[in-house]
């Protein structure tokens, strides 16, 4: 144990030391600061004009979290999914001469922390918030400070180190969690056959003696309703259940056996996060521990230079199973239907309609983070910086596809929506074409703040220097659209918008093709 | 001393080891030999216990998964990681405390500075090159005095001046009788290394060769006589990875 504490303990101070050293530290610090003390306040206040300030209405909370937390835990511990390791921990702790469930309680400390912390946060929400009583406090501490991380603890070590279980026993358990949680979704049905659907009888739902007789995540939330709400027979009878239970899966999981099988799957586990963290750091989309599969296809090579890159980018795609379309194609098509209902059946939004499909299309532009496609793959390729052919050429064949994308993506907005509420055609092939000019800019933005301060600041400094600079791309281009309002209808302000796009679009990829005369400045 | 009885790994309904058993023993240095895809990867994954397997392996007589065999045993492995945020001495303190080793602070200043990780000491885990982490990870290896030692390719990354280093650590640990497994491409860089050879292909050991067997007859020549593909290994190709 003093193993992995030291090992703990040293990782943390060190984190720290290098956090410390680094502006942005502070920044967040004041943030968080900001929040902590603003929060608190203001949910004072509107928790007491709604009364919902009472110990009842924490359980509600609790319970809450509850649901949304323990079974999804239980079954990414029985997937042998929950616990995440690094690279470094196959590495050094794997082969050591520690016991493999010392090894998972290391990975589960930084869970136990976390734990501890929202537990107090909690505390202190209830004392501040819903005026809980001291041995309230005390009786809330015992259970989800001691009861809850041994049981939660117990079962992760037993999930993941029983050996005894096999492949079998374990689809046993996941099925069993699964089970639990269709008994919720059961009762929830039937509280809503009895008493519809209202803030109200969801409340009732939730302090329901069904919800808490279903085993283990049932019985925790009778415990939460013991302390906070009263003794019932119901509460007591599931508490003492509760109680039993953690401390006979607590026996089970110090008694067993582990020799290490679990590794395997942790190493596996291990690999895959970091292969998404990778990917997700350089804004790719990736999905855990799933390879993307590629059929058999062709191209036909036309021309030369940088275009090739151009019939590359074409080659994978048409080995990809859906080509370019994922699921936000489909996601687009289903939220212009939506909105295309929600305005053309509501009297009240007429007027409005004509700017639904503006709208919606600036909110995607400016609050949806970036994802890199293909193209950012081809700028951090050397082979891009070795092809004999101009930056510019390089960066327009690189993205080409890309605009193609935006192209799919507006017609996938605007039609439906646009059909639906009865948007004239020209108005809609316009926002199509303002929409492919944001997207444009946007991307060039991408790589012009990569290349600008990718090496000075983070993740965050940079998504929020490119918000930035894309509230001044939009800014510009709303300029265009009020002068072309004035001079005619919404069709000559979509010009006017479309004509100033066009003309930043191409001042940005101008500049982000000088940038990219090294590959450092992509790196 | 090293064994390995009737080892088989499958990945899925892949086999990638199948029945596998050899021995290496005390003060013996044996390399694990094949092409790519041979099951080498997965025979060293097996014995430092980090996937499942049907089978037996013993660590100096001791099931290879208990804590008293890997109390005994060090691994080297192919790809090195490090913690981000422990500094290089910072690993050397945890694999110390890890496996209960005691060790003088002149004894790890000499090992740091044959790998010329001395001036390097305070790096954290995050600042080092690849050829550094391998630097790395063969000290930790080496600091807890192990009875046997897994080293899987283990000269990938490093400079022609750690090379030499590491073989002459090899024949120090040969001399203390110390049980040394080396899977390696790099024919070349193990010809005066090695006691005992076993030439895999397709998850099955198809040649076992010891030096006193052999004489003077090349490794490389036995090697490309079993295996009649010379285009599957080069002197310093890539490494193998299951």
């Given at each position: 144990?003093?193993t992995?504490w030291?090992?703990?303990k040293?990782?943390?101070?060190?984190?720290?030391?290098r956090?410390i050293?680094?502006?942005?530290?502070?920044?967040?610090?004041?943030?968080i600061?900001f929040?902590?003390f603003?929060?608190p306040?203001?949910?004072?206040?509107l928790?007491?004009?709604?009364?919902?300030?009472?110990?009842?209405?924490?359980?509600t909370?609790?319970?809450?979290?509850?649901?949304?937390?323990?079974?999804?835990n239980?079954?990414?511990y029985?997937?042998?999914?929950?616990?995440?390791?690094?690279?470094?921990?196959v590495?050094f702790?794997?082969?050591a001469?520690?016991?493999?469930?010392m090894?998972l309680?290391?990975?589960?400390?930084?869970?136990?922390v976390?734990?501890?912390?929202?537990?107090f946060i909690?505390?202190?929400?209830?004392i501040f918030l819903?005026?809980?009583?001291?041995?309230?406090?005390?009786?809330?501490?015992?259970?989800?400070?001691i009861?809850?991380?041994?049981?939660?603890?117990?079962?992760?070590?037993m999930?993941?180190?029983?050996?005894?279980?096999?492949?079998?026993?374990r689809k046993i358990v996941?099925?069993?969690?699964?089970?639990?949680?269709?008994?919720?979704?059961?009762?929830?049905?039937?509280?809503y056959?009895?008493?519809?659907?209202?803030l109200?009888?969801v409340?009732k739902?939730?302090?329901?003696?069904?919800?808490?007789c279903?085993p283990?995540v049932?019985?925790?939330?009778?415990?939460?309703?013991?302390?906070?709400?009263?003794p019932t027979?119901v509460?007591?009878?599931?508490?003492v259940l509760?109680?039993?239970?953690?401390?006979l899966?607590?026996?089970?999981?110090?008694?067993?056996?582990?020799?290490?099988?679990?590794?395997?799957d942790?190493?596996?586990?291990?690999?895959?996060?970091?292969?998404l963290?990778?990917?997700?750091l350089?804004?790719?989309?990736?999905?855990?521990?799933?390879?993307?599969?590629?059929g058999?296809a062709?191209?036909?090579y036309?021309?030369?230079?940088?275009?090739?890159?151009?019939y590359?980018?074409?080659?994978?795609?048409?080995?990809s199973?859906?080509?370019?379309?994922?699921?936000?194609?489909?996601?687009?098509?289903?939220?212009?239907?939506?909105?295309?209902?929600?305005?053309g059946?509501?009297p009240?939004?007429?007027?409005?309609?004509?700017?639904?499909?503006?709208?919606?299309?600036?909110y995607?532009?400016f609050?949806m983070?970036?994802v890199?496609?293909?193209?950012?793959?081809?700028?951090?390729?050397p082979y891009?910086?070795?092809?004999p052919?101009?930056p510019?050429?390089?960066?327009?064949?690189?993205?080409?596809?890309?605009?193609?994308?935006?192209?799919?993506?507006?017609?996938?907005?605007?039609v439906?929506?646009?059909?639906?509420?009865k948007?004239?055609?020209l108005?809609?092939?316009?926002?199509?074409?303002a929409?492919?000019?944001?997207?444009?800019?946007?991307?060039y933005?991408t790589?012009?703040?990569?290349?600008l301060?990718?090496?000075?600041?983070?993740?965050?400094g940079?998504?929020?220097?490119?918000?930035m600079?894309?509230?001044?791309v939009?800014?510009?281009?709303?300029?265009?659209?009020?002068?072309g309002?004035?001079?005619g209808?919404?069709?000559?302000?979509?010009?006017g918008?479309?004509?100033?796009l066009?003309?930043?679009t191409?001042?940005?990829m101008?500049a982000?093709?000088?940038?990219?005369q090294?590959?450092?400045?992509?790196e | 001393?090293?064994?390995?009885m009737?080892?088989t790994?499958?990945y899925?309904?892949?086999?990638?080891?199948?029945?596998?058993?050899f021995?290496?023993?005390?003060?013996?240095?044996?390399?694990?030999?094949?092409p790519n895809?041979?099951?080498?990867?997965s025979?060293?994954?097996?014995?430092?216990g980090?996937?499942?397997?049907d089978?037996?392996?013993?660590?100096q007589?001791l099931?290879?998964k208990?804590?008293?065999?890997k109390?005994v045993?060090?691994?080297v492995p192919?790809?090195p990681?490090?913690?981000?945020?422990?500094?290089?001495?910072e690993?050397?303190d945890?694999?110390?405390?890890a496996?209960?080793v005691?060790a003088t602070?002149e004894?790890?200043e000499?090992?740091l500075?044959r790998?010329?990780l001395?001036?390097?000491?305070?790096?954290l885990g995050?600042?080092?090159?690849?050829?550094?982490?391998?630097?790395?990870s063969?000290c930790?290896?080496?600091?807890?005095?192990?009875?046997?030692?897994?080293?899987d390719?283990?000269?990938?990354?490093l400079?022609?001046a750690?090379i030499?280093?590491?073989?002459?650590?090899?024949?120090?640990l040969?001399?203390?009788?110390?049980?040394?497994?080396i899977s390696?491409h790099?024919?070349e860089m193990?010809?005066?290394?090695?006691d005992?050879?076993?030439?895999?292909?397709?998850g099955?050991i198809?040649?076992?060769y010891?030096?006193?067997?052999?004489?003077?007859?090349?490794?490389?020549?036995?090697f490309?006589?079993?295996?009649?593909?010379?285009?599957?290994?080069?002197?310093?190709?890539?490494?193998?990875?299951?």
């Amino acid at each position: 144990m003093a193993t992995i504490w030291n090992l703990y303990k040293r990782t943390v101070r060190n984190g720290i030391k290098r956090a410390i050293k680094k502006p942005i530290t502070y920044f967040y610090l004041a943030l968080i600061l900001f929040y902590a003390f603003c929060i608190p306040f203001s949910m004072k206040v509107l928790l007491e004009e709604f009364r919902l300030n009472t110990p009842a209405d924490m359980a509600t909370v609790f319970t809450l979290v509850v649901f949304w937390l323990l079974p999804a835990n239980l079954i990414s511990y029985a997937k042998r999914k929950g616990l995440l390791y690094k690279n470094a921990d196959v590495h050094f702790l794997f082969s050591a001469p520690i016991s493999p469930k010392m090894v998972l309680i290391y990975a589960h400390l930084r869970n136990i922390v976390v734990g501890i912390v929202v537990c107090f946060i909690f505390l202190a929400s209830g004392i501040f918030l819903f005026h809980i009583t001291a041995w309230q406090v005390l009786a809330y501490i015992a259970v989800v400070l001691i009861i809850d991380n041994l049981m939660e603890g117990s079962l992760m070590v037993m999930l993941y180190g029983a050996e005894w279980l096999g492949e079998k026993g374990r689809k046993i358990v996941i099925g069993v969690s699964y089970l639990l949680l269709a008994a919720f979704v059961v009762l929830a049905f039937i509280a809503y056959l009895q008493d519809g659907l209202s803030l109200e009888s969801v409340v009732k739902y939730l302090h329901s003696d069904g919800v808490q007789c279903v085993p283990i995540v049932g019985w925790y939330i009778g415990a939460i309703h013991l302390i906070f709400m009263g003794p019932t027979t119901v509460n007591i009878v599931v508490t003492v259940l509760f109680v039993i239970f953690s401390l006979l899966v607590f026996v089970i999981a110090w008694k067993m056996p582990c020799s290490g099988d679990y590794y395997e799957d942790a190493m596996k586990f291990a690999e895959d996060y970091e292969e998404l963290r990778l990917k997700k750091l350089e804004g790719q989309t990736a999905r855990l521990g799933k390879k993307e599969k590629y059929g058999k296809a062709q191209v036909v090579y036309k021309g030369g230079g940088a275009k090739a890159i151009f019939y590359k980018q074409l080659l994978e795609y048409k080995k990809s199973k859906f080509f370019f379309f994922d699921t936000t194609t489909l996601i687009m098509v289903g939220l212009s239907i939506f909105l295309g209902y929600t305005f053309g059946t509501d009297p009240d939004t007429e007027s409005l309609r004509e700017f639904v499909i503006p709208a919606v299309m600036a909110y995607i532009v400016f609050c949806m983070s970036s994802v890199q496609g293909k193209w950012g793959k081809e700028l951090k390729s050397p082979y891009t910086f070795l092809l004999p052919d101009t930056p510019f050429r390089k960066l327009w064949y690189a993205t080409l596809w890309e605009h193609v994308k935006s192209f799919i993506c507006g017609i996938a907005i605007a039609v439906p929506c646009g059909i639906i509420l009865k948007v004239p055609v020209l108005q809609i092939a316009l926002s199509v074409v303002a929409y492919v000019c944001l997207m444009a800019c946007k991307l060039y933005n991408t790589v012009m703040t990569e290349a600008l301060v990718g090496r000075t600041l983070g993740n965050m400094g940079k998504q929020l220097f490119q918000m930035m600079l894309q509230s001044l791309v939009i800014g510009v281009g709303v300029m265009g659209a009020v002068v072309g309002m004035m001079i005619g209808a919404i069709e000559t302000a979509y010009i006017g918008m479309i004509v100033i796009l066009v003309l930043v679009t191409f001042g940005l990829m101008t500049a982000a093709a000088g940038c990219f005369q090294r590959m450092e400045s992509a790196e | 001393m090293l064994e390995i009885m009737n080892l088989t790994k499958k990945y899925g309904k892949t086999l990638a080891v199948d029945n596998v058993s050899f021995l290496v023993p005390d003060g013996e240095i044996g390399i694990l030999l094949g092409p790519n895809g041979a099951g080498k990867s997965s025979i060293i994954k097996s014995i430092a216990g980090l996937v499942r397997y049907d089978g037996q392996v013993k660590i100096q007589g001791l099931p290879g998964k208990t804590i008293a065999a890997k109390k005994v045993f060090a691994y080297v492995p192919e790809i090195p990681a490090m913690y981000d945020a422990l500094t290089v001495r910072e690993h050397i303190d945890f694999i110390l405390q890890a496996y209960q080793v005691a060790a003088t602070n002149e004894e790890i200043e000499r090992l740091l500075e044959r790998f010329e990780l001395l001036d390097k000491q305070d790096k954290l885990g995050n600042e080092l090159s690849k050829g550094m982490m391998q630097k790395v990870s063969i000290c930790c290896a080496l600091v807890v005095k192990p009875q046997v030692i897994l080293l899987d390719e283990p000269m990938v990354g490093l400079d022609p001046a750690a090379i030499k280093e590491l073989k002459a650590v090899v024949l120090e640990l040969k001399s203390q009788g110390v049980t040394v497994l080396i899977s390696t491409h790099m024919l070349e860089m193990v010809k005066e290394l090695w006691d005992v050879t076993f030439v895999m292909e397709k998850g099955h050991i198809i040649g076992t060769y010891s030096k006193d067997m052999v004489g003077a007859e090349n490794l490389e020549d036995l090697f490309f006589q079993v295996t009649s593909r010379p285009e599957d290994i080069s002197q310093d190709g890539p490494s193998d990875t299951q």
